[in-house]
């Protein structure tokens, strides 16, 4: 249960090995130092809350920590020497000095026990799951003890916790005593039907059961079976007590774990006194106090662990916590206690009735059986006829007041609970009443009783301040909120109480160096060291940004946004500034950076964008910090008068953010060269970006102003009018009457002059056009309805011819010096082959040799020559705009029925390796390939021709041979591959098959070399590490392919992916140890389910990749049954443990709460303290699942609960998700130090694309 916790057992408490799968801590933050208790927590190692616990109690055990220092490395050995051999190193005590040493000295706000539990034998399954505390104490005891065999401190556990209890038997007949003594270094008492550790006690060392009846005692002495009576007493005790709380029980009739959570109280002083076998000796011999109490927080299957310690060495600084209320139950029973033993008794009050009896009996306790004749002779009325109608049964009563009342000697006997009961029993009346009153004071003393045991001192006595210690949580609390700990689902699982005759020294107090070896106090102090070095770096190196300030004198308002006055003098100044000062440092520091600045300063964050900088809100509070203030790292400050600049006013906020439009005006003079105090171009270059017959100019407006303002600016007319540019022709699919440079604008109606731009939606980089209105008079402008259709001018229509000759090899670079550009006259209605014969005569080509042919191609944006175009087609019907550039290349162009395909042979084509084929449109695929095996001289009947799919890869076969390719929808420009080999059967399916190399279990997955099987995919990209499901970096490695008809099932699939050559070597039981994923762009997409289902339901197609994974177990996946990657938060850190892989059931559930439930099973936790969120790799960012739970009437039908295989989630196989424990993780962040690097990656290349845009 607990790892080779002993495995020092076995090697006499020696180790020589060193620990693995020690799990590291994410990013180089230091730890924190102490918080204002000035003690230091301990981490969670993910299920470790319980051996936290346990090791703090210890550690605020001065005697169990000052025995543990004593002990030497002389005695112990030395770390350093463990993995020699042959050394003699004791290494769980020297582990657990070093750990209470840092606990001690250390600045740390919490502790690691890594080290400590990797000298258990500890692995990471020990560390995530949770035990019980009180199993885990006896067990490391044990442990210490066999570990310390041979040294002077073999015998101290034995010295502070070890105690004796003898157990008697005495016959009724003979009175012969049998006696046996046990040994214990903790007391187990009973929870289940007792309301207090007194009562427990009393029940266990003074109540004696009787063997009569069927059940005889054979006594040696009568050598029969006689009556007799069994008790047990505490004989030896020790000078520390443990008391182990059985708070789990099992329900037989529900064949069921539970725990009580019903009231159980504990004094913080009891005396042992009356459960001793001798009673001689002072009190203070018997009297123990309490200084530290386990606490169980949750059910049986799972919980938290802390624990409240009393600093009894005054270690800590303890803070009044905030006072809390006093617990109602409190006052009400120390007010009836009061009640009982006023002289006027209130019969109307049962509570106070039945109090008054029993504190009024000798025997501290009345017979149930005749509690209601003395209820009869107490008020002069039963029960059944004063208070059953109003109360219920008297039994039930008592039952429900068991804060008050408990019931002693199997239930047949009630007494109050500040004072136990004299059994008849005990020795004689007088002595035992006498040696009872130095524990239970009597009914006139019970409020001072109550008072010392639960309330707070006002003047605390010198080590009475109480702490919570909760994980790497230390808190002050006050010695009341003890009380709380008695019920529920937080509750005490373990006390630990002390000797009262066990003092301090003075020289303890305060002291953490007290008794802690030199060499342990010189190892904190060094590491004291180092936390301060890296704290210090670390603030230096995350609380410094670098700000860029704009001095307002560099500065003017132009265009709606601030532009630098001068391009050559820069208006910037760098400033490196720490974000924990404050506003007013800044301030400061930038007053006397500029010492001739003398006017009032105002500080602006601002923010450049396409039409400048902007200024948005303005630092006015000077106390406020930076860090609070939102400055970061690369923020722009703005240092000006906060009013104008160059006595212009300047709009600051969001609201006015400007937008950089471009302002597009006609531009049709011949003579015009300079408008508006524009330039107009009318070279061929400039009218190709510009646009045709137009001039364009970039203006930057604010966006809170209207169009109307916008036409102001402009100096524009009112009847002027503005125009967006249509959206739908900025695809680049010509719309019809738009060929030969159409372009389509949308008129702005009057209602939109009021509208502001950001209400118009305009951003930057969108185009305004502006026209008058006697323009519509000309060919050029067109007006139908609310859309302006621009026509080109005249003198701009032409098309710019480039040669390219075809090269050589070895004369790439002379292509630049070959090339020859010309312009040609052209309109949308002129034929291409006009085109192509005027740019032949000016470029002087023929007298190029006879049967030269030469053809004109359009080119792409990355520089790709298109198919030719059809010289029968004029330039508007061939989809050629005016104004762009054509390449003369030599070639063939196909006529209006004919098709330019590019083909290669064997494999996807290369960069300029494919080669060109112009076939008819009506040519069937035969036809197609005998023609294109024509072209390149092979021969023969084993061929087929294949597509490339949307990846340039090697796709689906064009199985009809005999279908024309018009009707397979094949157009120019595509590639198609001439495959080898015949046409697979219809109904087969060709899949590539890959192994998936999991880094977590690499031991079980496939052993394959780099091979790659002939004909696969060798593309080095796909053989490194591409993304898969959930964002884990795995291997992918090609294993061949397979040709299976499509009714084949699954687990045929399988069989044959087995035969492979490269899995010749590989051992599977049967194929449910093999796992099948279909692949979507690289990534695992879903798992195959169903050994019998065939493919074809299956939906794979042919070519498709599929993915294989050997399993270490048989799987049959239903339907609904999905495959998680899931992973535990650390506490307290911002990362996760290693990922598992669990299967979820969803066909019956697939609620969060299904979901959550299967989770808490998984890892032994209560569900209701679980934090889901689902990862989104492509985004790295975490969605939280929540449990949507709905306010839904009484009247309509229970609404049908929300599944996470439908929106917003869509869980599918391979998901990761992220788990938090709230019992002892208070971060409900998910996102991690390497979340945050990928969010910073993807704004860097948004920000690149949007300045590539630009």
């Known amino acids: 249960m607990f790892g080779n916790l002993f495995e020092d057992e076995e090697n006499e408490g020696f180790s020589s090995t060193s620990s693995k799968e020690r799990t590291p801590k994410a990013g180089d933050e230091p730890p924190p130092p102490r918080g204002a208790s000035n003690l230091c927590g301990i981490k969670n190692q993910g299920g470790t809350c319980y051996l936290n616990s346990l090791l703090q109690t210890l550690l605020f055990t001065p005697e169990f920590r000052e025995e543990l220092f004593r002990l030497g490395p ?24 070093r750990l209470f040493a840092r606990l001690l000295l250390v600045d740390q706000q919490s502790a690691s026990t890594s080290d400590l539990t990797d000298s258990f034998g500890w692995n990471s399954n020990e560390r995530t799951n949770q035990h019980d505390v009180q199993e885990l104490n006896r067990i490391l005891f044990s442990a210490l003890e066999h570990s310390l065999v041979g040294t002077s401190g073999s015998t101290f556990i034995h010295r502070l916790y070890h105690g004796t209890i003898v157990n008697s038997i005495v016959c009724k007949e003979c009175g012969t005593v049998s006696q046996r003594q046990e040994d214990f270094l903790d007391l187990t008492v009973c929870v289940c039907g007792v309301s207090s550790l007194e009562e427990a006690l009393w029940n266990m060392f003074v109540e004696e059961e009787l063997f009569e009846g069927n059940n005889l005692y054979h006594c040696a002495q009568c050598d029969r079976l006689v009556t007799a009576a069994k008790s047990a007493k505490l004989k030896q005790l020790p000078p520390f007590m443990t008391m182990s709380l059985l708070r789990f029980s099992f329900d037989f009739t529900k064949l069921e774990r539970y725990k009580e959570t019903g009231r159980y109280s504990f004094p913080l002083t009891i005396n042992i006194r009356p459960f001793c076998e001798q009673t001689d000796g002072e009190d203070s011999d018997f009297t123990y106090e309490l200084f530290s109490i386990i606490i169980h927080k949750g059910g049986c299957y799972g919980g938290h662990y802390h624990v409240y310690i009393r600093d009894i060495d005054q270690l800590g600084q303890w803070d009044p916590p905030e006072d809390d209320c006093k617990p109602k139950s409190q006052k009400k029973i120390k007010e009836e206690v009061k009640d009982s033993c006023e002289p006027k008794l209130q019969e109307d009050d049962p509570l106070s009735v039945l109090t008054a009896i029993i504190a009024q009996e000798s025997l501290k306790s009345v017979l149930v059986d005749q509690l209601g004749q003395k209820l009869m002779d107490k008020i002069g009325s039963s029960w059944s006829k004063k208070f059953r109608k109003q109360y219920g ?20 006997r009630v007494a109050l609970k500040t004072n136990p009961p004299v059994t008849e029993t005990c020795a004689p009346a007088e002595p035992a009443t006498n040696s009872e009153a130095s524990i239970f004071p009597d009914l006139g003393s019970s409020d001072q009783q109550l008072d010392h045991n639960l309330k707070p001192s006002s003047t605390p006595q010198q080590g009475s301040h109480w702490f919570d210690l909760n994980d790497s949580a230390v808190t002050s609390i006050r010695e009341s909120d003890i009380e709380k700990q008695f019920q529920g689902k937080e509750s005490a699982y373990m006390l630990f109480y002390r000797k009262t005759q066990l003092h301090r020294p003075s020289q303890a107090l305060n002291n953490p160096q007290y008794k802690v070896p030199s060499h342990l106090i010189q190892m ?47 208006g910037t100044t760098a400033l490196s500034f720490d974000q924990r000062k404050t506003v007013g440092d800044l301030r400061l520091a930038v007053y006397q950076m500029q010492e001739l600045w003398e006017r009032d300063m105002a500080l602006t964050v601002a923010k450049s964008l396409p039409a400048g900088l902007h200024l948005y809100n303005t630092l006015t509070d000077d106390s406020v910090s930076l860090y609070s203030a939102g400055i970061v790292t690369n923020t722009d400050l703005f240092v000006w008068n906060g009013r104008e600049v160059c006595g212009v006013t300047v709009p600051v906020g969001a609201e006015w953010e400007p937008v950089l439009l471009t302002v597009v005006r006609p531009s049709l003079g011949e003579d015009a060269e300079v408008q508006n105090g524009v330039e107009c171009d009318k070279s061929g270059e400039d009218f190709e970006s510009g646009g045709p017959g137009l001039k364009r100019e970039a203006r930057g407006f604010a966006g809170g102003a209207t169009l109307g303002e916008v036409r102001e600016a402009l100096g524009e007319r009112k009847e002027s009018l503005l125009c967006q540019e249509h959206k739908e022709g900025k695809v680049g699919e010509q719309r019809a009457g738009e060929g030969g440079g159409a372009s389509g604008w949308k008129v702005f109606p009057p209602d939109d002059m009021h509208r502001t731009l950001k209400e118009l939606s305009l951003s930057d980089g969108d185009a305004l056009l502006v026209l008058q209105p006697e323009l519509f008079d000309s060919s050029v402008f067109t007006r139908n309805g609310d859309v302006v259709t621009v026509t080109t001018p005249s003198d701009c229509r032409w098309l710019q011819v480039e040669f390219r000759p075809q090269l050589k090899g070895g004369e790439e670079e002379k292509e630049e010096e070959e090339r020859k550009r010309i312009k040609v006259p052209a309109t949308g209605s002129m034929l291409l082959c006009e085109v192509k014969q005027r740019a032949l005569e000016e470029l002087q080509l023929q007298e190029q040799p006879s049967g030269a042919q030469y053809c004109l191609r359009q080119v792409d944006c990355t520089g790709k020559l298109l198919p030719p175009v059809c010289e029968e087609l004029s330039v508007r019907d061939a989809g050629v705009r005016l104004m762009t550039t054509l390449t003369l290349c030599p070639g063939n162009s196909p006529r209006e029925s004919q098709l330019f395909l590019h083909f290669t042979v064997g494999s996807a084509p290369s960069a300029g390796m494919e080669m060109d084929i112009i076939v008819e449109k009506t040519c069937t695929v035969k036809e197609c390939l005998k023609a294109m095996l024509e072209a390149v001289g092979l021969d023969g ?39 080898e080999g015949l046409l697979p059967p219809k109904g087969f399916l060709k899949l590539s098959v890959w192994s998936f190399v999991d880094p977590r279990h690499l031991e079980t997955d496939f052993n394959l070399t780099d091979d790659r099987p002939a004909g696969g995919p060798t593309d080095e990209t796909h053989t490194q590490s591409p993304p898969l499901c959930g964002g884990n970096t795995t291997k992918l490695r090609n294993l061949g392919q397979v040709e299976i008809s499509d009714e084949a099932t699954l687990e045929e699939l399988k069989t044959q992916i087995l035969t492979l050559p490269t899995l010749q070597d590989l051992f599977v039981p049967a194929c449910g140890f093999l796992r099948v994923w279909q692949m979507e762009g690289w990534r695992l997409a879903r798992i195959l389910r169903g050994q019998r289902t065939a493919l074809r339901k299956l939906k794979l197609t042919s070519g498709a990749d599929i993915c294989v994974q050997q399993l270490l177990k048989e799987e049959d996946l239903g339907p609904k049954q999905v495959v ?43 569900p209701d303290s679980l934090l889901l969120a689902k990862h989104h790799p492509e985004r790295h960012t975490w969605e939280e699942i929540s449990n949507w739970t709905q306010q839904v009437s009484k009247k309509r039908k229970k609404k049908k ?26 971060n409900r962040d998910f996102i991690t130090a390497e979340d945050e690097q990928g969010q910073q990656r993807l704004r860097e290349q948004a920000e690149q694309r949007r300045k590539g845009d630009q």
């Open 393 to 412: 049964p008297i039994g039930k009563f008592l039952q429900s007041h068991s804060d008050v009342f408990m019931l002693v000697s199997d239930g047949t």
């Open 74 to 97: 002389e005695e112990l050995g030395c770390l350093d020497d463990k993995d020699k051999p042959g050394a003699k190193v004791r290494v769980i005590p020297l582990e657990l000095q």
């Open 1124 to 1166: 998680l990657n899931v992973k535990m938060g650390v506490p307290g850190e911002r990362c996760f443990y290693p990922v598992e892989e669990l299967v979820w059931d969803a066909s019956h559930d697939s609620s969060p709460r299904s979901l959550r439930t299967c989770l808490a099973a998984h890892y032994g936790l209560s």
């Open 524 to 570: 904190a102090q060094d590491e004291n060291i180092k936390l301060q070095q890296k704290r210090e770096e670390f603030e230096a190196r995350n609380n410094t940004v670098e700000l860029c300030l704009h001095l307002a004198p560099s500065y003017r308002l132009e265009n709606g946004a601030l532009q630098p006055i001068s391009k050559e003098l820069s």
């Open 941 to 979: 009947t084993c061929w087929h021709l294949r597509k490339l799919d949307w990846c340039e890869e090697v796709g689906e076969p064009l199985m009809d041979e005999d279908v024309s390719l018009s009707e397979l929808k094949i157009t120019s420009g595509e590639t198609l591959v001439v495959t």
């Open 1201 to 1226: 609960a929300e599944s996470l295989l439908g929106p917003p989630f869509h869980f599918k196989d391979g998901d990761v998700v992220g788990i938090k424990n709230l019992l002892i993780d208070n």
